[in-house]
RNA sequence: GGCGCAUUCGUCUAGUGGUCAGGACACAAGGUUCUCAACUUUGGAACAGGAGUUCAAUUCUCCUAUGCGCUACCA
């Protein structure tokens, strides 16, 4: 079996440090196995996706040299499929179809609104219309009442896998509340996207945020539901703020971003080279690697399960990224063979228009 | 609130039931240097806390604390 692994980033921002590091660690697994790299937008959620993102993205893989082995997929593209799969699962009764109008609320309190919602109920299974009649549901629907579609998670069982770097994940199903796969206005949601197209493209290894790692239960309940095995899953730890509060763009501004250091002459290798040691090393004292080591040399299994600080002071220009950053593309520049270092420096040069051909 | 994951120098990390707990970055002091880097010598710096298992725990188990994540008709 070949192995074919995914980037999926959502196109809502540029490509940050922590993305960047997720495409790294799926693009050496996939030379490291000869399998295949490939990419898809995740671009469905309409209101906060944008083509400007999707192309600093882009740009962002491009500098760092992770070509896509197959064409892009954009997942909104998909949209109709995971419908088409949605109904089917509605028309095997493993889906039911909600009818509970959609509750409003701001991107604010999000947080309030669940912790009030635990406090009130604990049943995840209690829907008025879980039980509901096919016939009085497809009345329902007929009568042009709108509604989302829930997968009908079983009540008693649990949901288990083993993750390549956490191990063995299990949960309660009375934990998993019946997701939603369809919302009311036709859009497939997050969790069916995903398992749809990661079916389709056949991806073989899961290798994502650590974020993800909860998120998994609720995919395995789909692909189980479809009949599907899932792939294997490899969930990575995060990488922090140096207060170990999330990395944003908002808070953090630029030294996030991946065009931050292309334009400010970084060389890739040796950033690509700093990243691969946020939470994965080779288990020597050995720290500076050729790209060919790196595909050699990585693996799964040495993958961190603690999260990493990515380390700047805002306040102080000496070190308004990672000390461990700066040096290192120091290090690749003092040892690069000149022939090879020629083109930057003509470049910066150049943009500085300090160069005359 | 519930569920889950994690915890080695400031940061990235190595590592083992008995080690002087190793390396790198950063920092400090000295050397070299016209200056600044680089280079070099040296130095300080860590097993979150408490129980338990054991002849012996940083390493195994439990509890606590802290951090993070998920808990949405966001992704």
């Known amino acids: 079996m070949n192995t074919r692994v995914r980037f999926a980033p959502s196109p809502t921002g540029y490509l940050h440090i922590g993305s960047a590091r997720t495409a790294l660690f799926n693009y050496l697994f996939a030379r490291h196995t000869g399998g295949k790299f490939l990419l898809r937008i995740e671009d469905t959620d309409l209101a906060r996706s944008t083509s400007e993102s999707t192309r600093s993205i882009l740009e962002g893989l491009q500098w760092l040299g992770f070509a896509p082995d197959e064409e892009i997929v954009y997942q909104s593209n998909n949209a109709p499929k995971h419908r088409e799969i949605a109904l089917k699962l509605l028309n095997e009764g493993k889906a039911y179809r909600d009818f509970t109008p959609k509750a409003e609320r701001g991107d604010g309190d999000v947080k309030a609104a669940i912790v009030e919602r635990a406090r009130e109920q604990k049943d995840m299974r209690d829907n008025p219309f879980r ?13 042009g009442e709108p509604f989302a579609i829930r997968l009908k998670v079983a009540a008693n069982g649990k949901t288990s896998f083993e993750d390549a770097v956490y191990g063995l994940n299990e949960r309660d199903y009375s934990e998993t509340e019946d997701l939603v796969l369809l919302r009311s206005d036709g859009h497939p949601l997050y969790n069916l996207a995903v398992v749809c197209d990661d079916i389709e493209m056949q991806i073989t290894h899961v290798i994502r945020g650590q974020d993800h790692l909860t998120n998994t239960h ?34 953090h501004g630029e030294v996030v971003s991946m065009t931050t250091y292309r334009d400010a002459g970084f060389l890739a290798a040796a950033f690509r080279n700093f990243l691969v040691l946020l939470g994965w090393s080779a288990g020597e004292e050995k720290e500076i690697y050729t790209f060919d080591e790196l595909i050699k040399k990585f693996s799964l299994d040495h993958i961190h399960k603690n999260n990493a ?9 000496r070190h308004w990224t990672d000390d461990k950053a700066i040096w290192m593309n120091a290090e690749y520049v003092r040892t690069m063979p000149i022939a090879d270092l020629l083109p930057f420096v003509k470049a910066e040069l150049k943009s500085a228009k300090l160069w005359r051909d």
């Not at 039980?131 to 009568?143: C, I, P, Q, V, Y």
Request: charged fraction near 30%; aromatic fraction near 8%.
């Open 131 to 143: 039980d509901l009649s096919k016939e009085e549901s497809d009345a329902k629907a007929g009568a």
């Open 218 to 251: 609720k995919q395995v309940l789909i692909y189980e539901a479809l009949g599907e095995q899932p792939p294997i899953f490899g969930h990575l730890p995060l990488i922090l703020a140096p207060n170990k509060g999330k990395l944003s763009k908002r808070k």
């Open 309 to 317: 600080v990515f380390n700047f002071d805002a306040n102080d220009p």
